[in-house]
């Protein structure tokens, strides 16, 4: 049990330079909440080596995902956030159709530009909203509850 205290511990680690060179992290039920996620979201933000985040089956919803993911405002010259994720895996999360619209958003953005994984099944979202997802970018694979 990981939990929104222990994500921003996490976040805390990361933020004094613990593993500058984090490739892939999983935090598969851990219990953690949106708090654990916003908590967290800056610090994997700045990992440009992060090519693969599981947060399947925990609790946080829209706005965990919307701090992860949002569009990215580097400063020229620098690589946009999560510019290497290739796979993010958000089954059975309560991501709904406001999350999923902050990740289109944020893939018609330019954020995200090597994901090319994407695990949906499980969510509260409808269908529309995944596929809006999926239309976001073609070349994304979309894993979703058929």
Same mark, same amino acid.
């Given at each position: 049990?990981?939990?929104?205290?222990?994500?921003?511990?996490?976040?805390?680690?990361?933020?004094?330079?613990?593993?500058?060179? *984090?490739?892939? =992290? /999983?935090?598969?039920? +851990?219990?953690?909440? %949106? @708090? $654990?996620?916003? &908590? !967290?979201?800056?610090? #994997?933000?700045?990992?440009?080596?992060?090519?693969?985040?599981?947060?399947?089956?925990?609790?946080?919803?829209?706005?965990?995902?919307?701090?992860?993911?949002?569009?990215?405002?580097?400063?020229?010259?620098?690589?946009?956030?999560?510019?290497? *994720?290739?796979? =993010? /895996?958000?089954?059975? +999360?309560?991501?709904? %159709? @406001? $999350?999923?619209? &902050? !990740?289109?958003?944020? #893939?018609?953005?330019?954020?995200?530009?090597?994901?090319?994984?994407?695990?949906?099944?499980?969510?509260?979202?409808?269908?529309?909203?995944?596929?809006?997802?999926?239309?976001?970018?073609?070349?994304?694979?979309?894993?979703?509850?058929?």
């Amino acid at each position: 049990h990981v939990g929104d205290a222990g994500a921003s511990a996490l976040a805390a680690a990361l933020g004094r330079g613990a593993m500058p060179r *984090l490739q892939s =992290l /999983d935090l598969s039920r +851990t219990s953690m909440g %949106d @708090a $654990g996620l916003v &908590a !967290l979201a800056p610090a #994997l933000r700045r990992r440009p080596a992060l090519t693969s985040l599981t947060l399947t089956g925990n609790p946080f919803g829209d706005k965990g995902l919307a701090a992860l993911v949002a569009p990215p405002q580097p400063a020229a010259g620098a690589l946009p956030p999560l510019a290497k *994720l290739m796979l =993010l /895996d958000l089954d059975d +999360t309560q991501v709904s %159709d @406001a $999350g999923c619209a &902050a !990740l289109s958003s944020a #893939l018609n953005s330019g954020a995200l530009p090597v994901l090319g994984h994407l695990y949906l099944i499980g969510i509260p979202a409808s269908g529309a909203a995944m596929a809006a997802v999926h239309e976001a970018r073609g070349s994304l694979t979309c894993y979703v509850a058929a």
